[in-house]
């Protein structure tokens, strides 16, 4: 599945467009995406790392 980051007005915050109506917010540092979001009364967070040249959830 492909997904898109939308770039905010902070460098370290950004949109992650899931293409099925569902725009989550990403923090990002040195090379790493987070983000923290409620599903069913259920927190989850998640970080997914950039390595050479694909993301590794």
């Not at 990002?28 to 390595?51: D, E, H």
Request: proline letters at 2%.
């Amino acid at each position: 599945m492909a997904y898109t980051l939308i770039r905010t007005e902070n460098h370290h915050i950004y949109e992650l467009d899931e293409k099925n109506g569902i725009v989550l917010p990403v923090a990002y540092s040195k090379n790493t995406l987070f983000n923290t979001y409620k599903v069913a009364g259920s927190l989850f967070n998640k970080a997914k790392f950039f390595i050479k040249t694909k993301w590794i959830l």
